[in-house]
């Protein structure tokens, strides 16, 4: 069992930064997809970004590629997602999850996305509002 706590959504203008961490209960090595979510109301859940604990890859969903930027902790239990340039439509709940990858090859980006179904365990969310 892991658990992802959140922190630090909020409301702000367009073009502003909030910092979003999450905290994991503890590691688990082949939990190795650590990453962030999103959905919107009315909307699927999308992945935003993800880092690969066993060589620190990276992905960023196109959306948010350039503004967003995601790393980890040296102990892989605390996750962080750099938000700049913040856009209305990023307004959406954020969550954080960890995963062991595709059944495949266990890979966290497969088909050229993430998918919510390689993602094994689920923080409750954080609310992320941009006005404009």
């Known amino acids: 069992q892991v658990q992802l706590v959140e922190s630090g959504g909020g409301s702000v203008q367009s073009g502003g930064s909030l910092r979003l961490s999450c905290a994991a209960s503890?590691?688990?090595?082949?939990?190795?997809?650590m990453g962030w979510f999103r959905q919107a109301p009315g909307k699927e859940r999308e992945g935003v970004a993800v880092?690969?604990?066993?060589?620190?890859?990276?992905y960023y969903d196109d959306s948010v590629k350039g503004r967003f930027t995601i790393s980890q902790d040296n102990t892989m239990t605390t996750l962080t997602l750099e938000m700049n340039s913040l856009k209305p439509e990023d307004t959406a709940m954020y969550y954080c999850?960890?995963?062991?990858?595709?059944?495949?090859?266990?890979?966290?980006?497969?088909?050229?996305?993430?998918?919510?179904?390689?993602?094994?365990?689920w923080g409750q969310g954080t609310q992320v509002t941009v006005s404009s």
């Open positions: 880092i690969d604990d066993y060589d620190g890859t990276t």
């Open positions: 999850a960890v995963g062991g990858g595709g059944q495949v090859y266990g890979s966290c980006v497969w088909s050229g996305g993430m998918y919510p179904a390689d993602f094994s365990y």
């Open positions: 503890r590691h688990i090595n082949n939990l190795h997809c």
